[in-house]
Nanobody
């Protein structure tokens, strides 16, 4: 029903920046939520940031002040600007979208690797 494709991951030094993009295609309904999650080796997948079609935003405490989420609704695309990156930000980052009109209600992208290392 909905397909998500992430891009923008890579290797960056501590203190550097990356911008992730997630493009959604297929049958898109509103209202919906799009967000970013991450999973580090040996850890549980966790919410990084989410944004609704109405513009409401939620961030994990660990990224507040460093990351910024935004979306371009006309393009069905969500972005994650990551600044002041730390080694503990290293993880696979996944895009997710949710709507009560989707079946299934959750759709996930394949993930993009972010590695922060000197």
């Amino acid at each position: 029903q909905v397909q998500l494709v992430e891009s923008g991951g890579g290797l960056v030094q501590p203190g550097g920046s990356l911008r992730l993009s997630c493009a959604a295609s297929g049958t898109i309904f509103s209202p919906n939520t799009m967000g970013w999650y991450r999973q580090a080796p040996g850890k549980e997948r966790e919410l990084v940031a989410a944004i609704t079609s109405g513009g409401s935003i939620n961030y994990a405490d660990s990224v507040k002040g460093r990351f910024a989420i935004s979306r371009a609704n006309a393009k069905n695309t969500v972005y994650l600007q990551m600044n002041s990156l730390k080694p503990e930000d290293t993880a696979v980052y996944y895009c997710k979208t949710y709507s009560i009109y989707y079946n299934p209600r959750d759709h996930w992208g394949q993930g993009t690797q972010v590695t922060v290392s000197a």
